[in-house]
């Protein structure tokens, strides 16, 4: 397996493009290989979870994070298009509180590897979507906790007219100035 990686404005933040063999039947392509992973990052990980979702346009998930038993997570398309946004809450990062967003869709096939310590999200752009992801620990619902997808303080440029629509946790979310984050040395 071959993998492009692409540098983000968050640095520890990666786009990872999967090398796609394609002709008049389709395309074939290997979407994980932890030595390819390992190889292109320079990242070992052990997935633990994989969790799949269909949304309809304008459904906005995140921004998530677990603040104990943090999840890294591999996240990717298989049908649609998604917005899909990392925020870092690492207090001693130099990109606290910034964050990178990338379109990420069935025919891109990129994917966007959010590490420990960043909150997620991602809002559908098109009719449907199904987003897949791989995560580094397994859900914790005590520990997960939301950042509010329109902070102003963070100011996420999200594609959409309107409001979005979401789960009632999401649209209580906390402004990243009454957030629990990720103190320093944690990571």
Same mark, same amino acid.
């Given at each position: 397996?071959?993998?492009?990686?692409?540098?983000?404005?968050?640095?520890?933040?990666?786009?990872?493009?999967?090398?796609?063999?394609?002709?008049?039947?389709?395309?074939?392509?290997?979407?994980?290989?932890?030595?390819?992973?390992?190889?292109?990052?320079?990242?070992?990980?052990?997935?633990?979870?994989?969790?799949?979702?269909?949304?309809?346009?304008?459904?906005?998930?995140?921004?998530?994070?677990?603040?104990?038993?943090?999840?890294?997570?591999?996240?990717?398309?298989?049908?649609?298009?998604?917005?899909?946004?990392?925020? *870092?809450?690492?207090? !001693?990062? %130099?990109?606290? +509180?910034?964050?990178?967003?990338?379109?990420?869709? =069935?025919?891109?096939? $990129?994917?966007?590897?959010?590490?420990?310590?960043?909150?997620?999200?991602?809002?559908?752009?098109?009719?449907?979507?199904?987003?897949?992801?791989?995560?580094?620990?397994?859900?914790?619902?005590?520990?997960?906790?939301?950042?509010?997808?329109?902070?102003? *303080?963070?100011?996420? !440029?999200? %594609?959409?007219? +309107?409001?979005?629509?979401?789960?009632?946790?999401? =649209?209580?979310?906390? $402004?990243?100035?009454?957030?629990?984050?990720?103190?320093?040395?944690?990571?």
């Amino acid at each position: 397996m071959s993998l492009n990686v692409i540098l983000t404005a968050l640095p520890d933040v990666l786009i990872l493009e999967p090398k796609v063999y394609g002709d008049a039947r389709g395309f074939f392509y290997e979407s994980f290989n932890a030595k390819a992973f390992e190889a292109a990052t320079g990242l070992k990980r052990d997935f633990v979870q994989d969790n799949h979702s269909r949304s309809s346009r304008n459904v906005l998930r995140g921004l998530h994070y677990q603040i104990r038993q943090p999840q890294g997570k591999l996240v990717r398309v298989v049908a649609g298009e998604v917005f899909d946004v990392a925020v *870092d809450l690492r207090r !001693d990062s %130099p990109t606290f +509180g910034k964050w990178m967003g990338v379109t990420l869709s =069935a025919e891109n096939r $990129r994917q966007l590897w959010v590490p420990e310590g960043f909150a997620h999200g991602f809002v559908v752009t098109s009719a449907t979507a199904e987003f897949l992801y791989k995560t580094t620990d397994y859900w914790y619902p005590e520990h997960e906790r939301s950042l509010l997808w329109n902070d102003p *303080d963070i100011g996420v !440029d999200w %594609p959409i007219e +309107g409001e979005p629509s979401m789960a009632a946790k999401d =649209a209580a979310g906390k $402004r990243l100035a009454e957030a629990d984050v990720f103190p320093a040395g944690v990571f």
